[in-house]
């Protein structure tokens, strides 16, 4: 079911954009005049085959790929007409990263891991304040000092959560998040973004094949052919109605 | 050490009792300061201490001399005191220097050579000073004419110079191309390291270290890396050539880099020139790392 630009934009006060964007490796095209717009305090799934795309674009929005062509505007600004050193810094500041294998740092403590982006932003300030509030939200005291290879699957995705958010960031971006969990690790990780979108107003766009995160979602953008989709859920669409 | 007799009249200055040599009594002997600056070279070379001007002069010594008739096997030592009465910057000699009286009168007695006695007896060397060093040339080639050999002071140091500047220069090129395969060798190295922590890297990049903060940091850490190496590398040296020095008593460093040594300035100069090296070497491998295909490698 394709959609207009103007259907997969939402009304109301936007926070990230995505215009026009086009991407290809080699001759094979990626992402096709892709647009949307994201808001405060939501979630936005993107769904898709294996090599889709989903993944292109969320290195595009965090402005670690430059497409072919297109804008990726944040609070007013394209980001993609940045330098390497603000672009890095809107990473560091305005952007967390989840992935689907945890990405900690395997000689780092779980402590280490968490405050290793508040370290290289000289911004950050009253970093022990915010790590005693993190541990504490996501029940991480227990596992502090412990090394990622000692830690569970959950265990390690909340840790990789802590460090997305460490920073206090406007937007979490989360690469297969529950890909590697199992059933009820994966529910407490989408239960803990809805209550950062909730508590925080953090935008989440997580890149998924999960039907239960898709479910969770305010959100659900499929790319398909290279191009972008919205599917309304189930709830908001109409019922068709049984013959009688 | 070989012994030069010279005419009294070809050397000014000289003190009286070598100018008024009387045969039979103690040789008065002059040593070319050329021999007491190779002496000093020698001395310090092991350890030992210097001889100057003052410590050699009136220093008694005792010439031991060998004679054989021509042919003869047999050879007969002479004992002849002898004390040093000066010295001359004029004669770039390698040994010492005696009366010509002296030499002739014993090659008479006891070499039974009858010839050696008779007046204007010929001379081995010449040397002549020139006041002008531009008249050099012309006189060279009026002595020439006569059938001599010219070599003068100017020609010797300029061969002496020209070998070592070509041993030198060899050196130097030797160490250049160990210095080029050591250059490539520390670039594979960190290249190595660049890809052994990709992963590091990459993630550096996602979580917000820009491309400049990674080069600088990696080519920071390879310059304190090279400074540590070029510090233990110092002192290796030094250590190597002090056992060198200790174990081979009749060797002299003729090369100036093994001559440097502890001068000052050495010490950081060669840290710095080894941390610059592995700055310069590790520099392309940083732009590679700051260049991390940033979402495949997180996904591994």
Do not use: C
Request: hydrophobic letters at 45%; charged letters at 20%; zero cysteines.
């Amino acid at each position: 079911m394709g959609v207009s630009k103007d259907q997969l934009s939402e009304p109301g006060p936007v926070l990230l954009s995505v215009e026009e964007v086009s991407a290809s490796f080699g001759k094979r095209t990626i992402l096709d005049d892709v647009s949307f717009t994201v808001e405060p305090s939501s979630i936005v799934a993107i769904t898709g085959r294996s090599g889709a795309g989903k993944t292109t674009l969320l290195g595009i929005i965090s402005g670690l790929m430059k497409p072919d062509s297109g804008r990726v505007v944040y609070r007013g600004q394209n980001i993609l007409r940045w330098g390497d050193f603000r672009r890095s810094r809107f990473r560091n500041r305005e952007i967390g990263f989840v992935f689907q294998f945890f990405n900690l740092l395997p000689d780092m403590t779980s402590y280490q891991n968490i405050i290793y982006p508040a370290i290289i932003s000289p911004a950050s300030r009253s970093l022990r304040e915010k790590v005693e509030y993190l541990v504490s939200y996501l029940g991480l005291e227990k596992i502090l000092h412990q090394y990622p290879a000692t830690l569970s699957g959950g265990e390690r995705q909340r840790v990789a959560i802590a460090r997305a958010i460490i920073n206090s960031p406007r937007i979490i971006l989360a690469d297969e998040p529950t890909g590697n969990l199992d059933e009820r690790s994966a529910g407490d990780i989408i239960t803990l973004f809805k209550t950062l979108r909730d508590e925080n107003g953090m935008a989440i766009i997580i890149a998924t094949h999960d039907s239960r995160t898709v479910a969770g979602a305010d959100i659900h953008l499929n790319i398909d052919n290279a191009r972008l989709q919205r599917i309304e859920p189930p709830e908001r669409r109409k019922k068709p109605r049984r013959p009688r | 050490m070989p012994v030069y007799g010279i005419s009294p009249a070809f050397l000014r200055k000289s003190e009286k009792r070598w100018r008024q040599f009387v045969p039979g009594a103690e040789v008065p002997v002059i040593v070319p300061k050329f021999v007491l600056d190779v002496f000093n070279n020698l001395a310090a070379a092991r350890g030992l201490p210097q001889l100057g001007e003052r410590a050699l002069w009136g220093f008694p010594m005792e010439l031991v001399i060998e004679t054989a008739a021509r042919g003869a096997p047999e050879r007969k030592k002479y004992d002849q005191p002898a004390r040093v009465f000066g010295f001359s910057a004029e004669l770039p000699l390698t040994g010492l220097i005696v009366p010509s009286d002296f030499i002739t009168r014993f090659a008479a007695a006891h070499a039974g050579d009858p010839n050696a006695i008779r007046p204007g007896f010929s001379y081995a060397q010449l040397v002549i000073t020139v006041k002008d060093v531009k008249d050099l040339p012309d006189i060279s080639k009026k002595i020439q004419a006569l059938g001599l050999r010219v070599e003068s002071q100017q020609d010797i140091a300029s061969k002496t110079n020209k070998a070592l500047a070509v041993i030198d220069g060899s050196s130097l090129v030797i160490m250049g191309i160990f210095l080029f395969l050591t250059v490539i060798a520390i670039f594979n190295s960190y290249l190595t390291i660049v890809y052994n922590r990709s992963y590091t890297f990459s993630l550096q990049r996602v979580i917000g270290v820009s491309k400049a903060r990674i080069i600088l940091t990696f080519v920071f850490e390879a310059a304190v890396i090279g400074a540590l190496f070029g510090l233990v590398g110092y002192y290796m040296g030094v250590m190597a050539i002090g056992y060198l020095k200790h174990n081979m008593p009749h060797w002299v460093p003729v090369l100036k880099g093994l001559a440097l040594g502890r001068e000052p300035g050495v010490l950081p100069m060669a840290v710095g020139l080894s941390a610059l090296l592995s700055s310069v070497s590790a520099f392309i491998p940083a732009v590679f790392a700051s260049n991390m295909s940033l979402f495949k490698a997180v996904q591994k």
